[in-house]
């Protein structure tokens, strides 16, 4: 079974979504959405990025210090 995308109310003025493995376990989320058509559009862009993204790792790279 594939993973799947959680449309879920965020508040009384917005949405968002969950992208859940088939596990259950939460991959990511997305920011607030004041539209549910704009939830479908955000769902598409991480499907289209997420095929074709490249990785960079960043884990190496040392924060500058303040």
Do not use: C, W
Not at 3 to 30: K, N
Not at 33 to 43: C, E, M, R, S, T
Request: net charge positive.
């Amino acid at each position: 079974m594939a993973g799947r995308f959680e449309i879920l109310r965020d508040g009384e003025d917005g949405y968002r979504f969950r992208l859940v493995t088939a596990d259950g376990t939460l991959v990511a989320e997305s920011p607030q959405f004041k539209h549910l058509k704009a939830v479908a559009a955000g769902i598409t862009a991480v499907r289209e990025n997420a095929a074709t993204g490249i990785v960079v790792d960043r884990s190496k790279i040392t924060p500058h210090a303040a």
